[in-house]
């Protein structure tokens, strides 16, 4: 025998010992694939199911249940006795435990019958285990019966098996294809892919770079596909659309992830936003009604919320930037409450001339209650309105006007201020300051009344007309879904130069960023103010809110070069502007047609559907606030050698 | 006047010298948009159609002819006369040029019909310029009209305005919509999206690294959902699917691409590849059907080509990887021809002992005529055959063996040769030598096979039955789609050790690696081979062939963690395979149920139902062969800052 052969003789002796015992892995391949779920099975019949074992079985000398749950989340009880299951799977079920994968067939017999509810269970005939689980599943197992989501999320897997994970993601793929559906067939859209490694244009977010193998080169992972689309639009495509994967290197509060997935639209040759709208809902309206089964509401000429009937008009209305700021002090209002903020400039003065509204928000019917959370700092972003509790409705405000918090205004005039705010004994009454036109967003009031409506659900509903044309307050608030568009944003805002300690924010008037990006067209009729006055000059933008929620915005674009360049250079100061985005003026200088479009949040979407407050429950490996993904652990580190090909070194 | 009133006041009249001209660019927002396509236009009507100015126009004192192209790049001529056209439109039409984008009413009439072929014209009553073209529109129109593929790259837009790119892009996306609605509606399949931002796991093709804000941490770009999709099945989801993007760093030869995307699809509870492939037989079929509006073929068992018409069982006929090299020298053969290679192992012995297998093939009816490409050593990787022209069909072996090229095997015969090979002078005849079980793919005679289809397209047709059930070898092989499963493919490759230079490959066979990846099972029956000898097992791998392409890879996965730690540390020597592959092997061992799936090449499908040989022509913005975009000019440098807040600088 020579060396090389023994080596290799003994090699074998060694694999053999460590390769797994043949007769029981094998098993796990060869088993009766299901014939049935168990939503589908009827009493009598002779099945095969395959699932999860959903508990440890309960072991009896005399006959064991075990209880199966199917990949849709049912749950059905396995029966294992002498008389119908042979022996040797009734010793099988002592050795298995909770989430092993299974698959058992038998007969299906009616347990009992309460009323209509009739309970089936599963005779065991076969039983097979196609995968055992490890010990951590029966650790793990009271916290996924009690609440999947403090399941350790590094057991994203334990999670995603239950009824709610699994519906929640498949009803995330059903929108996803409705929407597609919706663009392909009733508006004859294209979905075209964009590329993901782009080019690094630092405007706005911060971006993920990718290294290339040429020294000092490097990609950009993309916001969002917009130059892309809109030399899409250069290219000849009139309705383009895309479900993309965006990314934003921010931090991950607030329910942000790092990659996101949005709903993105651009159409050409159209000439009012309007045309971006009406496809749009017929999206929202088709998405609730046929995937949530719920209606959407409209706000109607009386205030009253009623449901959205007809899809192919604009239904929700149009909301102007100041209108909002002034009645629920920010530019994506909750409409489901009648909450709005009352102006009292007519009574009061500001002392800060900057900030030179005065104005209050009255929750009334809470008995004179200020719950914590409406006056506790760290739920306002910088500051907060004073709220009191109104003892004297008449003379409330003495106390303020005494301490110079606010003056009075010539005008002035006690009953008239009485009879405007409505109050009375009880109520609580919270009164800020705001600038004209408010950058602050949302302003202390707006953020106010957003406590106020979570610390208070339904409690100041708007009134809603019912199926039977009757007025009312009475529902719940949760399952209505109230959309408007807000439109006439400022096309700029004057750079912000506060600090962090600072009470008022402050600003430069004379530097300018865009409200939303560079590319949005100015209000046609707001074009003078373009070289007169920038801050005055509204957006073509459109925003779409649903439930407080900015669920989409959108703008017509500049599509003119040298409007472009305009904004580039003399407005946004963009010195460089030619080595960001000259192949965007490249593209909108060969004939590009006049374009505009939207992107909408999918993932948020998909999290109001399901009635979830996270994108986290619509998205199967989210990564952590530390952008960790506690399944994979990703992000690693990278050997020297392989950085090396990649011209970089760590710092 | 105070000094920031002064500025404010200059500032203000410099911006308004800046400011484009107000009436011009507010034009170009108000137009009538379209109420018609070319395609649907009728005579008289008045109508507006929106497009580009495919030329530039012909302008005569009398009348002016313009034409336009819409998005579906129909074309129709403008006819501007003084009797129909107001005055202003005569002048402004000279100002207009190549792909300038305008908006035109008028009404439509009859230019002529010859036979059933009706000609119209636009009789212009109002012509409106959206946007100019700039002078490179001019230069280029020239190549636009001969060949768009020869329009410089970075001004891909123009390319894409082009009728054969409007139609291949809006091609890709009816077959992503389809391949989604089949998946969804015929097979119950849920869209589930994986991360992009993925960990390195450096096996396989080099990874895309993306730096974190945190020292020495990096995600990387997947390879494919691999991985996710099987902790997606250990999740309880039994049917996944996703169209993906995936990202590989490779040399971008050969028609590749750094980001791609796949068709990417995952079954649990299934026993059997079969029920994998039914599925994907199911989108192939429809795609071809219903948006080629062509066929699918399969071999029969009398082998010829039969067109499927059934898509509920699998059609394509499955080919051993073994009978795939002997007959065809490759493992992805393309089926439109009945070339085939022949054993001479019966007549000759090879020289080299590790590649001992001797056989032929043969070209007829090529008059002995040999063309240059079939011997040209640029066109095979590494050795290529002996290639000649024969004079005499019964001796032409002779100066071979006499140079020892070749020997006699013992049972040697003429005229049994002759027969075997079916030799008549004129023929051509390539013979060379393989390995038993050749690692070397294609072999030197399946390259010489591939470039003798290529160089004569349908002379070799394998005979067809016909609609009429004649049986033919006459028709186009262009249209006609073979596909073909490979099967049994081996689990493991030896490693490669020869160079560069080396006439044949060598291989440590004490070494091994995946021949797809670390995941797939090995095919039952060869389960004791895993601890003997583990070059012989099989794996349960399959391959979607379509004339002579593969267009997807699929397997039985490992859903056993022992045995998947088996086959990392005892086989490929893994030694990190916690670090690396932990998070899959945790999956696994809680209670993952079997699975399989497969991964199509989207980019490559779309490109061959277009009759496209390259991806770039389905692909809206590819790169080029260095990586580089050049419509945006991406990948860019970076300033150091920005490298800092990610703890990297340039080597």
Same mark, same amino acid.
């Given at each position: 025998?020579?060396?090389?052969? /023994?080596?290799? +003789?003994?090699?074998?002796?060694?694999?053999?010992?460590?390769?797994?015992?043949?007769?029981?892995?094998?098993?796990?391949?060869?088993?009766?694939?299901?014939?049935?779920?168990?939503?589908?099975?009827?009493?009598?019949?002779?099945?095969?199911?395959?699932?999860?074992?959903?508990?440890?079985?309960?072991?009896?000398?005399?006959?064991?249940?075990?209880?199966?749950?199917?990949?849709?989340?049912?749950?059905?009880?396995?029966?294992?006795?002498?008389?119908?299951?042979?022996?040797?799977?009734?010793?099988?079920?002592?050795?298995?435990?909770?989430?092993?994968?299974?698959?058992?067939?038998?007969?299906?017999?009616?347990?009992?019958q309460r009323d209509n509810d009739i309970e089936q269970e599963l005779v065991v005939? +076969? /039983?097979?285990?196609?995968?055992?689980?490890?010990?951590?599943?029966?650790?793990?197992?009271?916290?996924? *019966?009690?609440? #999947?989501?403090?399941?350790?999320?590094?057991?994203?897997?334990?999670?995603?098996?239950?009824? $709610?994970?699994?519906?929640?993601?498949?009803?995330?793929?059903?929108?996803?294809?409705?929407?597609?559906?919706?663009?392909?067939?009733?508006?004859?859209?294209?979905?075209?892919?964009? &590329?993901?490694?782009?080019?690094? %244009?630092?405007?706005?977010?911060?971006?993920?770079?990718?290294?290339?193998?040429?020294? +000092?080169?490097?990609?950009?992972?993309?916001?969002?596909?917009?130059?892309?689309?809109?030399?899409?639009?250069?290219?000849?495509?009139?309705?383009?659309?895309?479900?993309?994967?965006? /990314?934003?290197?921010?931090? @991950?509060?607030?329910?942000?992830?790092?990659?996101?997935?949005?709903?993105?639209?651009?159409?050409?040759?159209? +000439?009012?936003?309007?045309?971006?709208?009406?496809?749009?809902?017929?999206?929202? *309206?088709?998405?609730?009604?046929?995937?949530?089964?719920?209606?959407?509401?409209?706000?109607?000429?009386?205030?009253?919320?009623?449901?959205?009937?007809?899809?192919?008009?604009?239904?929700? %209305?149009?909301l102007k930037y100041r209108d909002a700021l002034a009645k629920y002090g920010i530019?994506?209002?909750?409409?489901?409450?009648?909450?709005?903020?009352?102006?009292?400039?007519?009574?009061?003065?500001?002392?800060?001339?900057?900030?030179?509204? !005065?104005?209050?928000?009255? @929750?009334?019917?809470?008995?004179?209650?200020? &719950?914590?959370?409406?006056?506790?700092?760290?739920?306002?972003?910088?500051?907060?309105?004073?709220?009191?509790?109104?003892?004297? #409705?008449?003379?409330?405000?003495?106390?303020?006007?005494?301490? *110079?918090?606010?003056?009075?205004?010539?005008?002035?005039?006690?009953?008239?201020?009485?009879?405007? @705010?409505?109050?009375?004994?009880?109520?609580?009454?919270?009164?800020?300051?705001?600038?004209?036109?408010?950058?602050?967003?949302?302003? &202390?009031?707006?953020?106010?009344?957003?406590?106020?409506?979570?610390?208070?659900?339904?409690?100041?509903?708007?009134?809603?007309?019912?199926?039977?044309?009757?007025?009312?307050?009475?529902?719940?608030?949760?399952?209505?879904?109230?959309?408007?568009?807000? !439109?006439?944003?400022?096309? $700029?805002?004057?750079?912000?130069?506060?600090?962090?300690?600072?009470?008022?924010?402050?600003?430069?008037?004379?530097?300018?960023?865009?409200?939303?990006?560079?590319?949005?067209?100015?209000?046609?009729?707001?074009?003078?103010?373009?070289?007169?006055?920038?801050?005055?000059?509204?957006?073509?933008?459109?925003?779409?809110?649903?439930?407080?929620?900015?669920?989409?915005?959108?703008?017509?674009?500049?599509?003119?070069?040298? =409007?472009?360049?305009?904004?580039?250079?003399?407005?946004?100061?963009?010195?460089?502007?030619?080595?960001?985005?000259? *192949?965007?003026?490249?593209?909108?200088?060969?004939?590009?047609?006049?374009?505009?479009?939207?992107? =909408?949040? $999918?993932?948020?979407?998909?999290?109001? =559907?399901?009635?979830?407050?996270?994108?986290?429950? !619509?998205?199967? $490996?989210?990564?952590?606030?530390?952008?960790?993904?506690?399944?994979?652990?990703?992000?690693?580190?990278?050997?020297?050698?392989?950085?090396?090909?990649?011209?970089?070194?760590?710092?």
């Open positions: 025998m020579s060396r090389a052969q /023994f080596f290799r +003789n003994f090699l074998t002796r060694y694999l053999r010992a460590q390769l797994p015992n043949k007769e029981s892995t094998l098993a796990k391949f060869h088993f009766p694939v299901a014939t049935h779920t168990i939503k589908t099975i009827k009493t009598d019949e002779t099945i095969t199911l395959n699932g999860h074992l959903n508990r440890k079985p309960r072991v009896r000398s005399s006959r064991s249940f075990a209880e199966l749950r199917d990949a849709n989340g049912d749950t059905i009880q396995l029966l294992l006795d002498p008389e119908h299951t042979p022996l040797e799977f009734l010793e099988l079920v002592k050795s298995s435990g909770a989430e092993d994968s299974v698959s058992v067939s038998g007969f299906v017999k009616q347990k009992h005939k +076969n /039983f097979q285990i196609l995968n055992n689980s490890n010990l951590d599943a029966a650790r793990l197992d009271k916290l996924k *019966h009690s609440n #999947p989501n403090d399941l350790p999320p590094q057991f994203r897997y334990l999670q995603l098996r239950t009824k $709610f994970f699994q519906n929640s993601l498949k009803t995330r793929s059903k929108v996803a294809n409705l929407i597609r559906n919706i663009l392909i067939n009733n508006h004859d859209f294209d979905e075209i892919e964009t &590329p993901l490694l782009f080019k690094s %244009t630092p405007e706005g977010a911060r971006e993920f770079l990718v290294p290339t193998r040429s020294p +000092n080169l490097f990609y950009a992972l993309p916001q969002s596909p917009q130059q892309y689309k809109q030399i899409l639009m250069s290219s000849g495509f009139t309705k383009y659309f895309q479900i993309a994967k965006c /990314f934003r290197d921010e931090d @991950l509060r607030a329910d942000r992830q790092p990659e996101f997935t949005q709903v993105d639209m651009e159409l050409s040759y159209i +000439n009012s936003s309007d045309q971006v709208g009406i496809v749009v809902e017929d999206i929202i *309206h088709n998405v609730w009604n046929k995937i949530g089964k719920m209606p959407t509401y409209r706000v109607n000429d009386n205030n009253m919320l009623e449901k959205v009937t007809e899809f192919d008009s604009l239904q929700f %209305t149009k530019d994506k209002p909750d409409l489901r409450s009648s909450l709005e903020l009352v102006n009292l400039s007519k009574f009061f003065t500001s002392k800060n001339p900057d900030f030179p509204i !005065v104005e209050a928000c009255v @929750l009334k019917n809470v008995e004179g209650k200020i &719950p914590k959370c409406l006056t506790d700092s760290n739920n306002y972003s910088r500051r907060k309105p004073i709220v009191i509790s109104i003892n004297d #409705p008449n003379t409330w405000y003495k106390k303020f006007v005494e301490k *110079h918090v606010i003056n009075l205004a010539p005008e002035f005039d006690e009953s008239a201020l009485r009879a405007e @705010l409505d109050l009375e004994s009880g109520d609580v009454l919270a009164f800020s300051n705001r600038a004209e036109l408010p950058y602050e967003n949302p302003t &202390p009031l707006g953020r106010f009344r957003q406590l106020a409506m979570n610390e208070f659900p339904n409690k100041w509903n708007r009134k809603l007309v019912d199926d039977a044309e009757n007025v009312t307050t009475d529902y719940d608030s949760s399952r209505v879904f109230v959309g408007s568009w807000v !439109v006439d944003f400022p096309l $700029f805002n004057p750079i912000e130069t506060s600090e962090a300690g600072d009470d008022f924010p402050s600003y430069d008037f004379n530097r300018f960023e865009s409200t939303h990006h560079p590319f949005t067209m100015a209000k046609l009729e707001d074009f003078d103010y373009l070289s007169t006055d920038p801050l005055t000059v509204r957006g073509e933008h459109y925003d779409l809110v649903i439930n407080g929620v900015e669920v989409g915005g959108g703008s017509r674009r500049i599509h003119d070069a040298e =409007l472009q360049k305009y904004i580039f250079e003399e407005i946004l100061q963009i010195t460089n502007y030619n080595d960001l985005f000259g *192949h965007l003026l490249h593209a909108l200088s060969m004939g590009c047609p006049p374009h505009a479009g939207i992107a =909408l949040g $999918f993932d948020r979407l998909c999290a109001m =559907l399901i009635g979830s407050p996270s994108i986290r429950d !619509v998205i199967a $490996f989210p990564k952590n606030q530390s952008g960790v993904d506690p399944v994979v652990e990703s992000p690693t580190g990278v050997p020297e050698k392989t950085l090396k090909e990649y011209y970089i070194q760590n710092l």
